[in-house]
């Protein structure tokens, strides 16, 4: 176990900076989000919760696959360059993480996405702990630590200094590289602090969210409940909710004219929108309920059935703070066990 | 790597190290015939720039067409892969992207990728069976490819019948290929209808699932605990095809059909072909009835 003042944070930037890319929360107009780092970034790493979460950094929003170019009715297919230089994302939180370990199931499953990929090859994860989780947080109810991440690097800020722990090769790799900058301590306060945090993860208020009922054979009741008819009416379609997602990875393929070729891009897309689905022959899934019911069936139903009972929610709580409509995953879990309850 | 030039039929390519041929990059494909089916439908044949097949495929597999600039679209190779010269898309004209496809002409070039999905069991299942053919319409392009495949190993089926109707009689898709080589080969009986009387027509009036019950109760089509019947159609066919073939007995396990969502990735991640668990791209398009019977009614 490491440690390096707070104050020094900078140097150490600079320090990985000099090898690798660095991107880690930074605040421009007043939002904090994952970015890259450069000498004039305004570092945010008190923010707890970044307003998209980090996911961009291996599923970016909008990326290239590759430019056709015709030529005397000659088409040229150019792919786009796959990620081949290591990078750093530092600060990230134990829910995001979680995160990318539900897509890593989706993207890294055969036939594998090389261009998501080449990014978590070369990627090496910093994780911060949390030290004061916000109310909207339930982390817990999906088997999340947030006073433990798992990545390269495990990071904790307590009383203006960051300890620092390599748990991966990586980790230990990176480690070495800033060496100079860090001082060896025990791990007493770490466990100091993780014991802190843990009570007040415990006083949460939806620290204690029952998923009963929702694991095992359950996909045609689930499906069929009566529920859905009444939890989407405030539903806007805005499609905010699976923007600010952590593990929704629906994307859509486009073209892009660039007058010289065309780009073939995807970007982040969501099951909220009303032409997802839709065909020249018609749409199968029509209605706002249909389109709701699919992204909450999607993570608690439909994603663990393929992939050993892992839900497609982290817990992260971004749905919480965001939906303009106050409608969330758990007002839909909280739905569905009230009525069991009755 | 941006100069790397790519046109491979492998998935993985040794041009420099550590590339992998990813499977949203598509090949370009050439276009080198034509066929004017029906007032709305055209077969598209496709090579690859330098000849032959662009990749191997199985009956029921589909591919990503593409005219760049516009969009792409997943369509069934209505091809058998017995045919080792070219790819066959048998193409409705009803949207930006098949309007598109259908002002091509021999000699333009597309983007294609595949092939994507699962296919009919035609090694296994199908084996030995007597097969029941069902289509209708443009319906008939994903079970041209199993016929063929049936008709080039021939002896590995039994009885083979083929019903196959339309609006009307310019809107039957391979006429000629039905008329001159399906009516012409040994065990397959060719039964087609038209939806309404047709000046010229002297074969069969009525709908399909009609005509689909008239055929099973006059026993000139058996269907018996060895027959396999392969569905394919409009939604409303296909309903009522079902409610027909229950209706004289047949179990759902001996019923395959094909399911068609909104598709763009084509290998289960984009996530606009999710129904229940399963990603009909990667997991269909062809399902066993009582299969379909398990996924909520989203189809």
Known sequence: MYKIAKENLASLFALIHETNELYLPVQVAGQTNFAAWSEDACVDLDTLKTVKSPKDVFFPQSETLYTCNKEDNKLRITPEALVDAPFVVFGMKACDIKGIEVLDRVFLSDPVDSFYAARREHGIIVALACHEPEESCFCKVFGVDCTEPAADVATWMIEGELYWKALTEKGEKLTEAVKSLLTETCEAKVEAEKSAVKEIVEKLPYSNLSLEGWNGDVLTEKFNDELWNELYKPCLACGTCTFVCPTCQCYDIKDYNTGNGVQRYRCWDSCMYSDFTMMAHGNNRNSQMQRFRQRFMHKLVYFPANNDGMYSCVGCGRCVDKCPASLNIVKVIKAFSEKGDK | ?299
Not at chain 2, 200 to 210: A, I, K, M, Q
């Open chain 2, 1 to 299: 790597m941006s100069n790397h030039e790519h046109n491979h039929g492998e998935h993985e390519c040794t041009c420099f190290p550590g590339f992998k041929h990813d499977t949203l990059i598509p090949m370009v494909g050439v276009i080198t015939d034509i066929r004017e089916e029906t007032p709305d439908v055209k077969t598209f044949r496709v090579n690859a720039p330098e000849g032959g097949k662009l990749f191997e495929h199985m009956p029921g597999q589909c591919a990503m067409l593409c005219v760049p600039g516009v969009s792409e679209g997943m369509f069934s190779i209505t091809s058998s892969p017995t045919n080792k010269e070219y790819q066959e898309f048998s193409i409705k004209r009803c949207g930006m992207l098949t309007e598109m496809l259908h002002s091509l002409e021999v000699g333009s070039e597309i983007t294609v990728r595949g092939p994507y999905g699962n296919n009919f069991p035609v090694d296994t299942v199908l084996k030995g069976k007597d097969l029941v053919f069902i289509a209708g319409g443009i319906g008939l392009a994903p079970l041209r490819s199993v016929i063929n495949y049936v008709i080039d190993n021939r002896a590995d089926y039994g009885k083979v019948d083929i019903i196959y109707g339309s609006r009307s009689a310019d809107d039957l898709v391979q006429l000629k290929e039905i008329r001159e080589v399906w009516m012409n080969t040994p065990g397959i009986n060719v039964h087609l209808t038209i939806d309404r009387e047709q000046e010229g027509w002297e074969g069969h009036v009525g709908f399909v699932p009609t005509f689909v019950k008239e055929l099973g109760e006059a026993g000139q089509v058996e269907f018996g605990i060895n027959t396999i019947s392969l569905i394919c159609g409009p939604p409303i066919m296909i309903k009522f095809v079902l409610g027909a073939l229950s209706d004289m007995g047949v179990s759902k396990t001996q019923i395959y059909t094909t399911l068609e969502l909104r598709m763009k990735c084509g290998v289960g991640k984009c996530g606009r072909c999710n129904i229940g668990s399963k990603y009909v791209c990667k997991d269909g398009p062809v399902f066993r009835f009582d299969e379909i019977d398990e996924l909520p009614p989203e189809y």
